[in-house]
T-cell receptor
Framework: DAGVIQSPRHEVTEMGQEVTLRCKPISGHNSLFWYRQTMMRGLELLIYFNNNVPIDDSGMPEDRFSAKMPNASFSTLKIQPSEPRDSAVYFC?????????????FGAGTRLSVL | AQSVTQLDSQVPVFEEAPVELRCNYSSSVSVYLFWYVQYPNQGLQLLLKYLSGSTLVKGINGFEAEFNKSQTSFHLRKPSVHISDTAEYFCAVRKDSSYKLIFGSGTRLLVRP
């Protein structure tokens, strides 16, 4: 398996623009997580999907952020409009199950820079 | 609330020396414990995990960790490090029946020749 695939790897955009980050989880995994990593706040869970349904979006910073999972093999995280403070590395992770000791497998991340 | 503390933000060590990266967690209930490694410009990769049973857990790349319930610790060790072990290491904890992984702030291991 190719692992969790994220695109793009790097994104540079200007403040106010819409940004869409994409994630393809590992086939057969039914849990998907979006994280944000910054120097100041470390790794933060933004949203968690189980069987394509958003279960917990309490980590989404504000209404400018939205995430979808239209099917089991694809998810997007959208920021509209983007702001410089959104600059961070965004990770997608998938897991075969959400509970117990199931491992979360991470993608390589998308490094977002908002100018 | 659950939390994970990694007291050392950076640990410099010479090649072939032993290393210990410290992790303490706060929880009064059963937890699952993980160590992840992040190499530069890459995602996180699982090193090892503790679910139950033996308190000494062996992982990949020669790393091991010991779960100490009384001290609520899960320190990561390696008897002899390589230059290639230079990376950021994250301790994480999850409560039984919860989906949320709580990560520590990370420890940067810097191995010098």
């Amino acid at each position: 398996d190719a692992g969790v695939i994220q695109s793009p790897r790097h994104e540079v955009t200007e403040m106010g623009q819409e940004v869409t980050l994409r994630c393809k989880p590992i086939s057969g995994h039914n849990s998907l997580f979006w994280y944000r990593q910054t120097m100041m706040r470390g790794l933060e869970l933004l949203i968690y999907f189980n069987n394509n349904v958003p279960i917990d979006d309490s980590g989404m910073p504000e209404d400018r952020f939205s995430a979808k999972m239209p099917n089991a093999s694809f998810s997007t995280l959208k920021i509209q409009p983007s702001e410089p403070r959104d600059s961070a590395v965004y990770f997608c992770a998938s897991s075969p199950e959400a509970s117990k000791g199931a491992i979360q497998y991470f993608g390589a991340g998308t490094r977002l820079s908002v100018l | 609330a659950q939390s994970v503390t990694q007291l050392d933000s950076q640990v410099p060590v010479f090649e072939e020396a032993p290393v210990e990266l410290r992790c303490n967690y706060s929880s009064s209930v059963s937890v699952y414990l993980f160590w992840y490694v992040q190499y530069p410009n890459q995602g996180l990769q699982l090193l090892l995990k503790y679910l139950s049973g033996s308190t000494l857990v062996k992982g990949i790349n020669g790393f091991e960790a010991e779960f100490n319930k009384s001290q609520t610790s899960f320190h990561l060790r390696k008897p002899s490090v390589h230059i290639s072990d230079t990376a950021e290491y994250f301790c994480a904890v999850r409560k039984d029946s919860s989906y949320k992984l709580i990560f520590g702030s990370g420890t940067r291991l810097l191995v010098r020749p």
